[in-house]
Structure formats: structure tokens, C-alpha cells
């Protein structure tokens, strides 16, 4: 089949502003469904417009594809500011599409991550023939699960995906605008070299290679609680305006699984029509950001698991059939969710997220009080504790536990040189972070759905952070992270009304751990790990509860900080016990 494609059209905003678009148009005369992808890391890399599905086979499949530059990127007009743009942006573009003569009026929406996004946005405004999406590892939010965690500002992300991704196209722009030197260009080029020594840089708001280039990095730094700046741009406060059904596809291990997950559930409540409601679709793979293919350096999933052998182009096309080709193909009455289930390394369908069938079990913390390290006397169980020593440990900025692999988006990302599963042993060595284990386990055990830690905790410090790390330790010690989470301890009641601590005094905290599912197989242990720092995926809490972004090398300083596990402090891990002996 021919593929015409017409480049660089100019397709006017709602404020005058033109977009360049490029439709990649199957061969026929007649009107088509068409596949709307917005991405603002430019249309002519193919690697990037290929992202999450295949444009070529979705053109022969007889959809005309519209890849466009989002507003102030590459060939398009206007200011680029993350987020703010593209629900109005992508509502014209959809308005645009349908009046075009190649165009059935019948459109859906593709993309990954920043393009998901586009996806998300454009739908809050319901407009006219956006029938369907299928959003792909991308968020719910752009405060937590974005921007931040738990309240931490996740720096690794942040930081590295705005120098290579974003700032970098804003300079080569305006060098062709003669706005900008070679030599301008060659120090950003050196900034993202350098980017693994710029996590370090204090104060936060201290980035030399982001002034001028991007003013929303700063923008992010001034706004660490959840407030208006947030939720106007934040997809799952706009739920009930989203009329479209969603396929929504995730990773295990991406950056975004938590928006992902909630997006899916979010929309099944809360969805704007009867069929946005009931057509919410799930699908989560072994992957990370950028990482797809099923294995990874210290893991592999099997054959299976790679998103090419799943073939995730044809089910998105499938779905896309469906929905705006009205093909009767059975989409309708397929189970709602498919989750690839780590460790017994299959597919598996199932009715719903989290799973109807889920046995949500606490496992207790128990010591002597020397958790500290893999070396030490942490265990797991499910018995409830008696009376137990707290375990203690200093957590000191200076010296922070470094990320060793987990939903990461730092240098190295489509290769996964730093995420995924990777062992834990370098960090269970320390002492700043305490493990609990289960004794080896006697039968398999499957843990598939969300998992949370309720923390009973105190600090010498005002502000300090608690993170938390699920763990399958297999008989020859290799220790994997499956997920985890983190919680800045001034957001424990509320992210968006942060309250610091009384120094020494016992608080109830509960971190989100996210998700996963994984069969821990006879003669592993599950393992918790418990530490307040987790660097560079999220920034370093200073400790003196003062604003963070502003906190100078000088001002760090070190917490003691105790993890309580008695009567009256029974903390715990909650796992979703999956039982289909
Ligand atoms: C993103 O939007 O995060 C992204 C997607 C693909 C490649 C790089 C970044």
C-alpha cells in the first residue's frame, strides 16, 4: 500500500496559533477513522512517534494518523508550558480533524507518557468524535505521579527528562530562530552529560542549564503541595467531563504505573458517560519507561513478555476497530483487564483492578531491634507483634541510599541502565535501611494488586521522608525490587496542607507502595525494606522542614529516625494475596 503523507500543515488553535501537523493517509478515497497522536519531542523522529503503536501498520490498517507538534515545539507556533495547553489544543485539533474530507468523523487518540497525557487532557473537553483513547504509560496527575511522590519531588525524572527531552528542543528552536549560539548548545549538551552530578546540585531551584530554556521546571519547584496550579491541569480531577473509553497500558515498572492504575479505576467510577464507565480497559506488562521488551539486565520475563510478542500495536487496533470502525470483533465481551503476573511469567485476564478475588493480608515488622540491613534480625510474618524494640537508623542527606533500578526515568532510559528489576544487595548492605523478611516460603505465594505500608514512626527531625520497597529474594539471595514508594512526612495527613512533626513523637503513616503482581516461588521470601531516602529518583529531605527547593548544602541535616513494631505500633505491610491453588 502507498502511504501519502502531507507534512507541516498549519492547523489554527483557538487563539491563532498554528500547529504543524502531518497526516499520514492510507490509500483510499474514502473517509476514514483516524488516529490523533500530539507529541512535543518532534513529529519527524520516528522512534518517538512510534512509541506505542505502530503508525505504518495503523495506516495500512486503513486509519489516517495526524502527528502533530504540540504547542511551541519544533515546527509548531506558540509557548511551550507542560500540560497547560493541551486540553484546548487537543479539543481544536479533534474539531479540526473532523472536518477534514479524509476524515469519518469517528477518532481516537494514541500515545505514551507526555503524548498519553495529550491523550487525557484533549478528552476533559469531550469533544465532538473523540470516541476512543488508548493512553499508554502516562499519569492521572501531574503532581503525584508526575511531578511529585508521595510529596517528594521525583528530581530523577524532573530533571533528566526537561534537560534531554524538553529544554534541548527549545534550544535547537531557537538556534534556528538565531536566538540562541552553537555555543549555548554546547553547554546543554554538557549539562546532560553531566546530568548524574547535577542531582546533587542545592539548592533545588539552583539549575543554571534550565534558566531562560525551562521556567516550568521552576514552576514545579515553587508549587510542592497539591494546590489549584495542580489540579486544573490533573486528568483525574476532570473525570466526569471524559466521555471516551480508555485502553490503558502500564508497566510494572514505569514511572507512571500509579496514574495508570487510578486512571483505570477513576474512570469507572467516575466517567463521564454510561460507556466511558463500563469500556475502561487495563493492561500492565513486565515494562519500564521506555522499556518494553520484557527483559531486563538483571530479570528476564520470558518470550511472552516483550510488547512486540504481546503485540500491542494489533490490540490497539483491535480496540480501535471497535470503537470507530464499529467492526463487531468481540472487544465488547472480552475481560476488562490483562496483567502480565512476574514469576510464573503469564498473561493472565482478569474481571477487574484490583482483582474481586484479592485477600488483602497484613505482614507484621518484627526485630530485636536490628533491622538495620539484609545482615540484620528484621522479620516478616503474619503474626501480629508483642513487645518489640523500635529499630533505629540515621538518615543522613549527605550520604542518601542510591536508586538501584524500580520505576526510574533516569539517564540510561531506553536501554533501563538504571530501572526495572534489579537486586537490591549493594542497598540491604546499608545500615540506614532496615529489611524484613518472611521466612523461605513453603508454597508459592502470589501477590498481584496494590500494596501499601502503614508505618507507626517517629524522627528527631521536623520534616523527613519514609520510603518503602517490596522485594522477591530468591534462594541464591539476588534480592529484585518489584515496587515502592515514598511518603515526605509533612504530607502525611494531606498533600496539599503539609504539617511538620512534633520531633519524637510516634505518627501513624501510610505510604503508597503502588502495585504489582508476582508469584514469590517456594523457597523465596518476601522482603520490606524501610529507609527515608531513595536518590536520585526523588530529592533528599533536608530534614529542618523548611522549603525544600530552597535547602543549601549547608542546611542538611541528619535524622534519627525509629520504626516502631509493638502492641500498640503494630506496623505493617499489606499484600494482595492472589489464592488460585
Ligand atoms: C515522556 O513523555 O516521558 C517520553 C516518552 C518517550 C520518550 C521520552 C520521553
Redo the contacts with the bound molecule.
Sequence with gaps: MQIVIEKNLKVPMRDGVELATDVYHPDTREPTPVLVQRLP?NKELTS?VN?SLDIQRAVRAGYTVVVQDTRGRFASGGQFNPFFHEAEDGADTIAWVRRQPWSSGRIGMVG????GATQWLAATQAPEGLLALAPYVTAADYHEGWAYQGGAFELGFNLH?TLL?LALGELQRRLGAGQATLEDLGALIQAVDQNDALFWRLPLTDMPPLEGLAPYYFDWLAHPDEDDYWRRIAPKEHYANITAPALNIGGWYDLFLGGTLANYRGMKERGGSPTARQHQRLIVGPWAH?VAGGAFSDRLFGMMAGADAFDLTGVQLRWFDYWLKGLDNGVDRERPVRLFVMGANIWREEDDWPLPDTRFTPYYLHSGGRANSAAGDGVLSTEPPGDEPEDVYLYDPRNPVPTVGGPTFLPGLFVGANAGPRDQRAVEARADVLCYTTAPLERPVEVTGPVALVLYAASSALDTDFTGKLVDVAPDGRATILTEGILRARYRESPSAPTLLEPGRIYELRLDLWATANVFDVGHRIRLEVSSSNFPRFDRNPNTGGTIAEARADDLVQAVNRVYHDRAHPSHLILPIIDRA
Design positions: 519531542y518517538l512509541f505514551g507518557s507526555y503524548f527528562w527531552f521506555g
